[in-house]
């Protein structure tokens, strides 16, 4: 759906875009992240086409943007950090007034009411947009992306300077578009991106320096894959049975945050699999397994450990000592077969 391909863009002697390369495709959503200056807006300017390139090219769709400018940016919904709104209109004047200049050839009046229940603005429709709260003005902004039913919505900073409900309700939207469009969000809210992209591409100083799921990310940047347990019993007795699993590299007690239940960060020998395990020895002491997850890095951390490198390739760099076993065996002395799952 979008190809970009060797792309750069130079301002004098700054160079904002430096050979970046990627692709996305249809149904995907993705998020843009990146310190202030590191590129995201120029790259999301350049794939609307509202900047040209210095070199590479961009296709969407099949279509080469600066070759044939018109019947990509057919395929483009963007909305940017200020939405461009023309405040003394209505809603629905507003909303007519990008139909017709977007050509659109769909009726009017039920593609309008359609985008506008989508996006809940149907209920001040009349009113004037400077009228408007924040909230119902980002939604507008978002209902003129979407006029003319567009296959990529580009979405710079969306729940910039809105309320936590205001936020939810704009997330819950952008999930609902991601079932039949392409889409790019860029935010600094890292815990929005995270919720609803699948897929992140980290940009600092002009160039892509990671491009994976959170997942993979955390996996490749923790220096072990250590498990958060919550267990119900005696302390002491929970430890010292846990130490004894097969596969176990430590355990570290973080006292009691519910009354009768202990906290725990257990650290995995490379590649092993020890949550069955651990299931099954505290139930064998009487205990009750309340709670058992990954102790995983968010995608804050992420964040901040790559751009916080001394360079972008350190930062790659570090994504290449990431703690992963080609083949995820465990060996271990009470364990001849190999497994093959990894955590």
């Known amino acids: 759906m979008i190809e970009a391909t060797n792309i750069s863009k130079r301002y004098g002697s700054h160079l904002a875009v430096d050979d970046v390369s990627f692709s996305i495709e249809k149904g995907e959503v993705v998020g843009f992240l990146g310190p202030n200056g590191a590129g995201k807006s120029t790259i999301m300017n350049i794939l609307t086409g509202y900047l040209s390139l210095n070199t590479g090219k961009v296709v969407i769709d099949g279509f080469d943007i600066s070759e044939n400018p018109e019947n990509a940016k057919k395929r483009i919904g963007y909305l940017p950090e200020i939405p461009p709104l023309y405040i003394d209109m ?72 809105l309320d936590p409900k205001q936020i939810i309700e704009i997330r819950s939207l952008i999930e609902k578009l991601g079932r039949n469009h392409t889409i790019i969000v860029s935010s600094h809210i890292l815990s929005e991106i995270q919720a609803v992209c699948r897929r992140v591409i980290i940009i600092n100083k002009g160039q892509i320096i990671a491009d994976d799921t959170p997942d993979n990310l955390s996996a490749a940047l923790s220096s072990d894959r250590s498990l958060a347990a919550r267990i119900e019993g005696d302390e002491e007795e929970i430890s010292d049975a846990i130490k004894s699993v097969s596969g176990v590299k430590s355990i570290s007690p973080l006292g009691s945050k519910e009354k009768g239940a202990y906290d725990f960060i257990i650290t995995p020998e490379d590649g092993c699999d020890i949550r069955a395990d651990i299931f099954r020895k505290v139930a064998d002491i009487g205990g009750a397994l309340l709670s058992l997850s990954s102790n995983e890095m968010t995608l804050e951390q992420i964040f901040l450990r790559l751009t916080d490198a001394a360079d972008n390739d350190e930062a790659r760099r570090l994504l290449g000592m990431g703690n992963t076993q080609a083949d995820g065996t465990c060996d271990t002395e009470m364990q001849e077969e190999t497994e093959e799952e990894q955590l």
Not at 90 to 103: A, C, G
Not at 109 to 124: F, P, Q, T, Y
Request: aromatic share 8%; hydrophobic share 40%; glycine share 8%.
């Open 90 to 161: 209505t809603v629905r004047e507003y909303l007519n007034f990008i139909y017709n200049l977007k050509k659109v050839r769909f009726p009017k009046k039920a593609h309008i009411d359609e985008i506008m229940r989508l996006v809940g603005v149907d209920g001040v429709q009349n009113r004037l947009i400077k009228n408007l709260s924040k909230g119902y003005r980002q939604r507008v902004g978002f209902a003129q992306a979407l006029v003319g039913n567009p296959d990529v919505l580009i979405l710079d900073e969306p729940t910039v300077g």
